[in-house]
């Protein structure tokens, strides 16, 4: 029989809340290896990343130096992954890096704005490289989004509440902005105005994304991350609810994007597009 080669992964932000979540399951993974670690918490450099992790030994230590740890990536049969859980304002520079060494990215970050993302694309269809941008790798997401477009064919008012933990960076969140794009692409724009508004608080009504759609951002200690959108047309409301209640939930969606952008030769963005 034929033994399949292991997929060579490299993980940034591998001391991070998602990082650490990934290297477990790449740990637990029997067609994958983690062969690089790159974090910026200057406490943790040198140690090694499944400790860090808490799975045990990996004998991968974890360094500052995302460039060299990518050269590690390239060694294998099989061209390397690198998935990518780090801040919005270094994750571009990051996946054109990947891209550069011929590693692909899998890439949960969020903060690419669509012009970044355009030009990542055309980067990958450059070098032939498959690339996965995921704004949300959980299933329960994706349902909820396709729900959500199914509903925009009978509702045209709505609104977009997401409610996250009070560490994270960015607002709106890269769900959020993804859910509204998608509603958008419907075709229609909402929530046609009643009446003039003014609002005497700025901000009081949300950010404004495409085709009129409203995104509400709560950050709290005590939460993870939910997402509810809002549908209301005379005398109904219709609510679609995401909760998460433990990061595990994205490991499934982590592992097939790994899986995938192994097939792909060009930047996909979107956890339903390779479902
Ligand atoms: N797509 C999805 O399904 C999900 C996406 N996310 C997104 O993933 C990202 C990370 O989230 P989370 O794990 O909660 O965040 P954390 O802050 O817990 O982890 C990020 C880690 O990356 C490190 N880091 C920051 N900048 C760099 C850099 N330039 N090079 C190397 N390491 C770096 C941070 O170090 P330091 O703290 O020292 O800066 C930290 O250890 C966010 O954008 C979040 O929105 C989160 C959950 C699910
Ligand atoms: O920061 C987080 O936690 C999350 N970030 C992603 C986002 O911004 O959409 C995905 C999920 O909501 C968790």
Redesign the pocket.
Known sequence: MTERASIPVVV????????KEVIKTIANAEDMTLVGA?????DILGQDAGEIAGCGALEVPIL?D?QSVLVLATQEKIQGVMVD???????YD?VRSAIAYGVRPVV????LNEEKLQDLGEFAEKASTGALV?????IGMVLLQQAALRASQYFDHVEIIELHHN????AP???AIKTAQMLAEMGKTYNPPLVTEKEHLAGARGSLADENIRIHSVRLPGLI?HQEVIFGAPGQIYTLRHDTSD?SC?MP?VLLAIRKVTELTSLVYGLEKIL
Do not use: E
């Open positions: 940034n932000g591998a001391a991070g809340k998602m990082g790159v974090d910026n918490k200057p500052n995302l859980f780090t801040h919005p304002d270094t994750v990051n949960g970050t969020t903060g995921i704004p949300n790798f959980s560490q994270k960076a960015d969140s890269g769900t991350a990061r994205y969606g």
